[in-house]
């Protein structure tokens, strides 16, 4: 099965470069890149907007259904802080 050099593949590559050239080999430029690597990986957990999804198992009996629609959400002025 050939190797797939998509985004994923570059990702772990170059995560992998950078721990092992940069933290453990010396390597200023890979450290730079693992510092940088942590940051990404950092802000993009921090800044992650919105709420967890909510998750419902419950049995529909006959003739029962869901109705999903969306809520907006009200504007930034309208909101009570």
Excluded: C
């Excluded at 050939?2 to 995560?15: D, E, L, N, Q, Y």
């Excluded at 453990?24 to 730079?32: A, E, I, N, Q």
């Excluded at 992650?48 to 259904?65: H, N, T, V, W, Y």
Aim: charged share 25%.
């Amino acid at each position: 099965m050939a190797r797939s050099f998509g985004p994923t593949h570059v990702k772990r590559a170059i995560r992998h470069n950078s721990l092992h050239r940069g933290l453990f080999g010396g390597s200023r430029f890979w450290l730079t890149m693992f510092g940088l690597g942590q940051l990404v990986r950092w802000s993009g957990k921090v800044t992650k907007r919105g709420e967890m999804p909510i998750r419902f198992s419950e049995r529909l009996g006959p003739d029962e259904a869901y109705m999903i629609h969306h809520v907006a959400r009200p504007k930034r002025r309208d909101r009570s802080s």
